[in-house]
């Protein structure tokens, strides 16, 4: 019974051919743009993430001097004085981490934990002849920030590797530098809070693709940081350690607290617009995404009550001639999922292709030369998964309603 309902179902197809192609380009066109807009979305995601990460760890670790300020004067409950103090100051007497490689040896006990790095920050002022700019003074470990940040594919002139070959090298972020029109071999000088001043080569230009960043900041070696300083070989001002997952940053950072006397935070924390603004980027495109397909199942709806329709008088013969409701229901979902996989398996390619073409189209931000495309395949096999089940929906439903006809009713009209 099983083979003569579906050579029904496949007469019914290749009767009208036109509306089987219109059936299977619904479906096509809903799967293929599915697969493309998750693609982009995706890599649009990414993109945002790798430019974020190209200046920020998963997790820091730092010298917080904010707190509630201790209590100077305690006073038992039994006392008959009253102790007052005011305006109570909380004080901090040291600046960064004396000994930072205490922190790092926590942190490269956790198997989570994948590469890190030190950095020595200060606020500073340069100036290039007569013009002055405030900006951020990075002390890098070079080694390890490349390892980190994979900073070099950010160099757009020099090497960050001349850092560790001489003492005056920098290397500007390119707006720093178009603010003090420096270029490669120019001199600079830098003024630390304390009044420090020294003189500066600019040996490399570096492009993170954040504007904040690229405005503001300059990189010198660490040992070099220190010396301007006056601080000891083992001090910096941050620990940063980058995980397996960056999702995970938080977990860890719990996991290691205790252990760490400095207040120790993952980038959730301190930055939970980025994490908001990929999640409502995820949300948007599932939307579209869907509400395509669910267009694509009406017309497949559509066109299916019309084949009813018009076999209206077929499907009350096959009744009368012993066929039950669920022969029919058969017949005419066969019809519906043939559509499906046939416009799911050409949608996944046309998604494919127009996510290459999108993939090829010049655009220059940052490290990026095309416009990002992620490609993963949990994106088709949803797709897959999502079209066909609508299809089997859009089926359905007036598969159903062709089960319920009155073959003498019909045979009589």
């Known amino acids: 019974m099983a083979n003569i309902n579906n050579k029904i179902s496949w007469t019914h197809l290749t009767s009208k051919v036109k509306q089987l192609i219109v059936a299977v380009l619904s479906v096509t066109f809903g799967i293929s743009m599915y697969v493309f807009m998750n693609s982009f979305m995706n890599g649009v995601n990414n993109a945002q993430t790798d430019i974020t990460f190209t200046s920020m760890s998963h997790i ?3 010298n917080d001097p904010a707190g509630e300020p201790a209590i100077l004067l305690s006073q038992k409950s039994t006392s008959d004085t009253l102790t007052m103090v005011s305006n109570a100051k909380h004080i901090n007497y040291t600046e960064g981490m004396i000994n930072a490689d205490e922190v790092k040896e926590v942190l490269q006990k956790n198997k989570d934990i994948v590469a890190i790095t030190e950095q020595v920050n200060q606020n500073v002022f340069f100036r290039n002849g007569v013009t002055k700019v405030s900006g951020s003074l990075s002390g890098v470990d070079t080694a390890n920030e490349i390892q980190m940040f994979n900073t070099t594919e950010y160099i757009t002139e020099g090497s960050l590797n001349d850092l560790d070959k001489r003492s005056d090298a920098v290397v500007l972020g390119t707006g720093l530098a178009d603010k003090l029109s420096a270029s490669m071999g120019d001199n600079i000088s830098l003024t630390t809070a304390d009044g420090v001043n020294k003189v500066f080569k600019v040996v490399g230009l570096i492009e993170t693709g954040s504007g904040s960043v690229d405005k503001s900041r300059a990189i010198i070696s660490i040992n070099t940081a220190r010396q ?7 001090y910096a001002t941050d620990v940063m350690a980058n ?3 960056y999702n995970d940053a938080k977990t860890i950072a719990d996991e290691v607290r205790s252990d ?3 207040k120790t935070e993952a980038w959730q924390e301190g930055n939970a617009q980025l994490e908001s603004a990929n999640t409502l980027r995820d949300i948007i495109a599932i939307a579209v ?3 395509i397909l669910i267009v694509a199942g009406f017309g497949i709806y559509n066109i299916m009550n019309m084949t009813v329709s018009e076999k209206i008088r077929e499907i009350a013969i096959l009744k009368a001639m012993g066929f039950d409701g669920r022969d029919i229901v058969y017949i005419f979902l066969v019809q519906s999922v043939i559509i499906g996989l046939i416009g799911g398996f050409i949608g996944l390619l046309l998604g494919f292709a127009v996510a290459s073409i999108v993939d090829r189209i010049p655009f220059k931000i940052a490290s990026f030369d095309t416009l990002p495309i992620t490609y993963l395949p949990a994106d088709y096999i949803l797709a897959m998964i999502f079209g066909l089940a609508i299809t089997f929906i859009a089926g359905y439903l007036p598969a159903r309603k062709a089960s319920k006809i009155d073959p003498v009713q ?4």
């Open 60 to 62: 820091r670790v730092y």
């Open 228 to 234: 301007l300083l006056s601080k000891n070989k083992s």
């Open 243 to 245: 995980v397996k997952d």
């Open 260 to 262: 760490i006397k400095y």
């Open 289 to 291: 995404s869907l509400t």
């Open 410 to 413: 019909i045979l009589r009209g």
